[in-house]
């Protein structure tokens, strides 16, 4: 199993741009996560999704938006980049149930507004 | 909002001591949580988690204490590693399925040979 997988690793935009962040598990899970760090922070949260076709804000949802047609897909969309937004996005799954509610992280991707 | 915070942002030991690494909590409500190791460049990594129900749980190499009255978690890892160097998160979930964490700032583990 590759796990969360992340596209692209890294990316730089001008401010304005707009751009679009794929998230893909293979791991069946039902919940996953759009998160950011910025540097020598922990991770905020910015919208997640609790099955196919919901998707709900987290912490930071503004200049965000998120879209889960499909169960093993999480799309997190810029549609006008500003400098802000710069910062690394990691996106996480978990199951919905059982013992632990471990999320999985992916290798996150890097992304630079100029 | 609640937050979850860490006491020290960076601690640095020596090969084969323990390390013990620090987290308050200000959200009395709540009954989940989670440490995860961050190596440079990488995306978190599951360490151990515990239920509010319990006071201490053990990994391998790897303890995590709870005490509820003070609202304070810690993490214990003994003879600690190189591999171990990385930043460490404490973060805090609670409510319905527990659906979402709180992370804290995190603490910079520091490993000298």
């Known amino acids: 199993n590759a796990g969360v997988t992340q596209t692209p690793k890294f990316r730089v935009l001008k401010t304005g741009q707009s751009m679009t962040l794929l998230c893909a598990q293979d791991m069946n899970h039902e919940y996953m996560y759009w998160y950011r760090q910025d540097p020598g922070m922990g991770l905020r949260l910015i919208h997640y999704?609790?099955?196919?076709?919901?998707?709900a804000k987290g912490e930071v949802p503004d200049g965000y938006n998120v879209s889960r047609l499909k169960k093993q897909n999480f799309l997190l969309g810029l549609e006008s980049a500003a400098p802000s937004q710069t910062s690394v996005y990691f996106c996480?799954?978990?199951?919905?149930?059982?013992?632990?509610?471990?999320?999985?992280f992916g290798p996150g991707t890097r992304l630079t507004v100029t | 909002g609640e937050s979850v915070g860490l006491h020290l942002p960076t601690l640095s030991v020596q090969e084969g001591d323990n390390s013990i690494i620090n987290c308050a909590y200000s959200n009395s409500a709540s009954d989940y949580f989670i440490w995860y190791k961050q190596e440079s460049g990488k995306g978190p990594q599951f360490i151990i988690d515990?239920?509010?129900?319990?006071d201490k749980r053990q990994g391998q190499r790897v303890t995590v204490l709870l005490n509820k009255t003070v609202k304070h978690l810690s993490l214990q890892i003994a003879a600690t590693q190189p591999g171990d160097s990385a930043v460490y998160f404490c973060?805090?979930?609670?409510?319905?399925?527990?659906?979402?964490?709180?992370f804290g700032s995190g603490t910079r583990l520091q490993v000298q040979p």
């Open positions: 973060a805090e979930s609670t409510g319905t399925g527990r659906r979402a964490l709180t």
């Open positions: 999704s609790v099955g196919e076709g919901t998707t």
């Open positions: 996480a799954s978990r199951q919905q149930t059982g013992g632990s509610y471990e999320q999985y």
């Open positions: 515990i239920r509010s129900n319990m």
